[in-house]
């Protein structure tokens, strides 16, 4: 309860789980704090059914529930929005905020006990031991994914991140000779729909070409408003806050970090969108207003696709607007992160199952499973996005190169 009462686990509760997920998805108005205590319970609930069955000392308990709760101390506004346009990845500050006396959550550790702290960052980089309950945070079942993909599902309404949750707890068990989780035969049909969920989840909701676009908008701003300050051209700031060491171009301290949410963001995009730079204030209208960019799918050949966005960038600056802010790119998929991916240079992150009854043996899912093979075939996102007012323009040629009824505009 201390840890959850501290200032860096509340900041939590102001930043949406789905970062700009709300502009496609109108109830998608949760928080991470709230999926925090998803993930943390549920946790609570495997350590609990593991427990009757294997050895689980007090301190790992400890260690690998405190991991659940705090696993995403670290992130910052708008969720992974801005993580790319800063550079930096949440999980760094989550392990400098959990090692730092300077925050609440790091002196409460400390006061616990002197090695907690070092065991939770380890088990959220991946080096602690036993490593099967590590998995239990990080790996690519987890209580981290079970728990978003639940929520986030109820939440925007849709149905796709529906799985077996009970019977993947019930059938989750330690191969300890080999230090790793395993689900046994019973759960392997619930694992595959669980993958199979994650997957759609991506393809229909995190990908989706409203919250994309949204995306979009935001980093065309942000990347405006650090060329105006590292251009010495007159832009608001709140002076000596984190703001300013951003539009410095300086990495965060962890402290300062810590300081940000949604808020602050959302605040300064009010304030620059009655800036002098016509460029800036017309992107934070859009983005305050919801006069997003629209989206066309490239799935084209490769040459069609350098002609057709040669083509579209021509259009928008023919208009009036400039490119380097008005047309983006976006691209993301085939990545770990998204889909279930059997890397073999990283153990912990593949799942396995007992397969077979006669004579069970433990084997990596897609081994086994036609169904996972199926969905390691990958998926690549490639979209442009620019601004409505040209969408006609653009698409009286986008139709030219591939089938009329696409379905793929925003």
Known sequence: MRLIDSAEFQRLRRIRQLGLAHFAYQS?????????????????????????????????????????????????????????????????????????ADTEIGRLLAEYSPELSLRV?????????????????????????????????????????????????????IDEAADRLYVSARGTYAVEDYLQSRYYMFRQVYFHR??????????????????????????????GTAIETILQGRPLAVVEHLSLDDSDIVFCIKQ????????????CRRFLNRRLFKAFDLDMPEEEREAFISAARSVVKHHGYDPEYYFVEDEAGDAEHYFYSRDKTNEKDLIFVEHGFSRPEIR??????????????????????FPGEVKKEIASFYRDRGPESRGTSA
């Open 121 to 173: 960052a380890s088990i959220i980089q991946g080096t602690f031991k036993p490593l099967a309950l590590a998995q239990l945070v990080s790996s690519q079942l987890d209580v981290d994914r079970m728990d978003y993909l639940l929520r986030d599902s109820l939440m925007t309404g849709v149905k796709y991140g529906i799985f077996d949750l009970e019977w993947i707890i019930k059938s989750i068990e």
């Open 364 to 385: 990596e899912i897609s081994e086994v499973s036609a169904a996972v093979r199926g969905l390691q075939k990958g998926y690549t996102l490639l979209r442009a996005c």
């Open 272 to 283: 620059w969108s009655r800036s002098a730079d016509p460029i800036l204030a017309d992107l």
């Open 210 to 239: 409203t919250l994309r676009a949204a995306e979009a908008v935001l980093r065309a701003l942000l990347r405006r408003a650090l060329h105006l300050f590292q251009s010495a051209r007159p832009i608001w700031y709140p002076p």
């Open 28 to 100: 998608a108005e949760h928080s991470r704090f709230t999926h925090s205590l998803g993930a943390f319970y549920l946790a609570t609930r495997v350590l609990d059914r593991l427990g009757e069955k294997y050895s689980i000392t007090r301190d790992d308990r400890t260690a690998v529930q405190v991991a659940a709760l705090l696993h995403d101390i670290g992130h910052g506004p708008f969720s992974h929005v801005v993580e790319g346009i800063l550079g930096f990845h949440h999980e760094d500050y989550t392990v400098d905020a959990l090692l730092n």
